[in-house]
């Protein structure tokens, strides 16, 4: 598992259960019979490229993307040269206008989790061409466990709660220590109804850093 050192003695209780060995029999059967995605050394990418002493901010998604050559570990992050599928699009468009950037070339989100944003899907893995096909597995309890941790150890970060599967999450956050920002999810069905554009959810996140003499987050 690549993870970077920081997260282990926060994350080595879960490693321990039960139900985290399964789940991790269960995935090397299934990377063993069947084609899945993201490649086996990116898996745990998030916690490889955002280090827990790092974290400001926390984007929740649900699945991988399960289209070759697109998943690379972290939620709505596909690799370098890769088409940016729907839902970036619409990330990328509102940090057009929220922030008046330039639309990206890359929609490798690693640039984002270098700088503490961390970009945890749900389910961590998933089979070719089978979108859920992982879920129900002991993934969600992980990552679950992982996001309560993040709420009861650290203070003031900043939770973006995209759609109805992230606001769920809710929870599991402390409300009273750290901020959570919540709208529509960025795919086309959600944002062409008027749930996502205008969020100004960048602006926002940076506007919270700020207050707190961090390093803004370059989009």
């Not at 080595?12 to 995605?37: A, D, G, H, M």
């Not at 700088?115 to 096909?133: K, M």
């Amino acid at each position: 598992m690549n993870i970077h050192e920081s997260w282990k003695p926060y994350l080595q209780e879960e490693f321990n259960k039960p139900y985290f060995k399964n789940l991790i029999q269960f995935v090397k059967q299934e990377y063993e019979s069947k084609t899945c995605f993201p490649p086996g050394k990116f898996i745990f990418n998030a916690f490889e490229k955002c280090h827990f002493e790092t974290l400001n901010v926390v984007i929740i998604g649900q699945d991988p993307y399960h289209n070759f050559n697109q998943a690379n570990g972290l939620c709505f992050s596909v690799n370098d040269n890769v088409k940016h599928p729907p839902s970036l699009v619409n990330i990328f468009k509102e940090i057009e206008t929220d922030l008046d950037l330039p639309y990206p070339k890359s929609g490798n989100l690693e640039r984002w989790a270098a700088q503490g944003v961390f970009l945890l899907n749900a389910t961590l893995t998933v089979r070719a061409h089978e979108a859920g096909s992982h879920q129900n597995q002991g993934w969600e309890t992980f990552t679950d466990a992982v996001i309560k941790i993040i709420s009861d150890t650290k203070k003031e970060v900043v939770f973006l709660l995209w759609g109805g599967f992230a606001k769920k999450k809710i929870k599991l956050i402390d409300g009273n220590k750290h901020h959570i920002l919540i709208s529509g999810h960025p795919s086309p069905l959600s944002a062409n109804r008027g749930y996502w554009f205008g969020n100004r959810h960048f602006s926002k996140v940076n506007t919270i850093l700020k207050a707190q003499r961090l390093p803004e987050i370059v989009w």
